[in-house]
């Protein structure tokens, strides 16, 4: 479900106080989506509580670190960034401490996607993924799988 909002300094937003004799209209197509407003608030105070938000860090950390641990024990120039939940693959070995630092590698990272997209996995084009509440332990250890069978069929393309 869609929803619009738009936000800025007091003396802006207080224009479109429709108390105000002379206050500015807005109109909107999503403006008072009372369902949208009603579930986003139940998602951020029911499901995705600080508990859900810190467990979902800690996986994402976990699988980035084990898929890191998985390419370097595979020899591969393969490389995985991110933070918490968001992990982003990347086909070199030397160390990405800023974007300059990136080597890009269009054709190895589409044959990333088609080959984990063949093992039932879909992620971005670009080698990003992110992780949500619903993706646990078990579907970790199914990507990681998958990947290691990315490393070893295509380590002739990877090997540094």
């Known amino acids: 479900m869609t929803f619009g909002a738009f936000g800025g300094q007091h003396e802006l937003m207080a224009r479109y106080d429709q108390r105000r004799p002379d206050s500015l209209p807005h109109a909107g197509t999503f403006n008072n989506n009372v369902l949208s407003m009603a579930a986003g608030h139940a998602g951020l105070s029911r499901l995705f509580t600080a508990e859900a938000a810190d467990a979902l860090f800690q996986r ?18 393969m490389r995985w960034t991110g933070l918490g939940s968001l992990l982003t693959a990347h086909f070199q070995v030397e160390p990405i401490r800023a974007a300059r630092d990136i080597q890009p590698a269009a054709a190895l990272r589409e044959l990333f996607q088609l080959d984990l997209l063949d093992r039932g996995f879909y992620f971005a084009r670009r080698g990003m993924i992110a992780l949500s509440l619903e993706i646990g332990d078990d579907e970790c250890r199914a990507f990681r799988s998958a990947v290691e069978e990315f490393l070893t069929q295509r380590h002739g393309l990877l090997k540094v």
């Open 60 to 77: 994402g950390e976990r699988l980035r670190a084990d898929l890191n641990a998985l390419c370097r024990e595979a020899g591969a120039r």
